[in-house]
C-alpha cells in the first residue's frame, strides 16, 4: 500500500490497519533521517501549513511544527489568545480567511468535539485533528502505539492498561480504536466516575484496582486528570486520588515483573505518576516525546501526497 484511504486525519475511527501500517513505515524512515547529522529532507517544500490552536498545548504545537520544518514546509501559527476569534469571529470565517492565503495543510486542536470533522466538510485543505475536545487526538494514538511496537517488535497481543480519567480523555479512545486495530488487548483503570458508561461497547473491560491493573499488563499508558474539563466532582480529591491511583515506586515493586510506563504529557507529577517513576528505566516517556515528531512527518507527508 502506498497511499492512505482517507484524505485527512480527523480520527482513528477513520483509519484502516493498513494507513496505521503505511504510517508507521514511512514513520520508521523518518525517525532515521531526523537521526542523521542533516535532519531536514525537502519532501514539502512550496506547501504551506496552518497550525490553528483554539486550545493550549506543549508538547503537540511544537511536535507539529518540528516536522513541518524538518520536511520544509511553509508554517504559520495562530493561537485563540492572540486572534479575531475572541471578538467573535466564526470557526468557518477564521479559517476561510486563513485558506485565502492559500494554505495547504490545516493542523487544529479545538476544544470541541467534531470540529476537524466539521472543518473538512466545509474547506478544500487537508485537515490534521491534533486533538478536539474529549473526543480523538489520533497523532498521538499513532505515536504511543508506535512506540510500544519499537520497545517490544509487535503490538499484537501486547496487554495495555490505559489508568485514569478515561471519560475526559481523547488520548484514551484515540488508543483505544487504534491498540485495538492493531490485535493488543486493552483495558482501563480508574474511578468508575471517570469511565464513561460505553465502554462495553469498545469492547474494553474495566479493572478497578490499580495493583490487578498493574499485575495484568505489559504496558500501562496513565493519562493526567483532565480538571479543566470536569464540571462537577467526580473523586473527592487530587491526594485522595493520588493515593487509590497513583503509581510509584513502591506500587511497581511489589508486581511480579517489570512494566512499562507511558504519559502523553503534561505530567502532574505527585498525582497519577510519582517522580521516581515518570523518571525511571520503566519509562519511555520521553522516546514517546521523540516518535511523535517522526509520525508527525509521516502523517503529514502521506496528506501531501494526496494534494491535487
Ligand atoms: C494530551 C492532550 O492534550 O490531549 N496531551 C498531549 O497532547 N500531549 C493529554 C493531556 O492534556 O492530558
Known sequence: MKDLSVNNLLGIKY?????????????????????????????????????????????????????????????????????????????????????AMKVDIIVMRHPNPGASIFLSRNIDAKIINAGDGTHEHPTQALLDAFSIKEKYGQIKDKKIVIVGDILHSRVALSNIYCLKMLGAKVKVCGPSSLIPKHIDDLDVEHISNIEDALQWCDVANVLRIQLERQDVNYFPSLREYSMVYGINNELLSRLNKKITIMHPGPINRGVELSSDVADSNHSIILDQVENGVAIRMAVLYLLAGKIK
Open 15 to 99: 483509519l484502516k490497519k493498513n494507513d496505521i501500517e503505511l504510517i508507521f513505515k514511512t514513520a520508521e524512515n523518518f525517525k532515521n533521517i531526523i537521526n542523521q547529522p542533516i535532519k531536514k529532507v525537502p519532501s514539502l517544500r512550496d506547501i504551506t501549513i496552518a497550525n490553528l490552536f483554539f486550545e493550549n498545548s506543549t508538547r503537540t504545537k511544537l511536535s507539529f511544527e518540528l516536522a513541518q520544518k524538518r520536511l520544509s514546509a511553509d508554517v504559520i501559527n495562530f493561537s485563540t489568545s492572540f486572534s479575531s476569534v475572541k471578538k467573535g469571529e466564526t470557526l468557518l470565517d477564521t479559517v476561510n480567511n486563513i485558506l
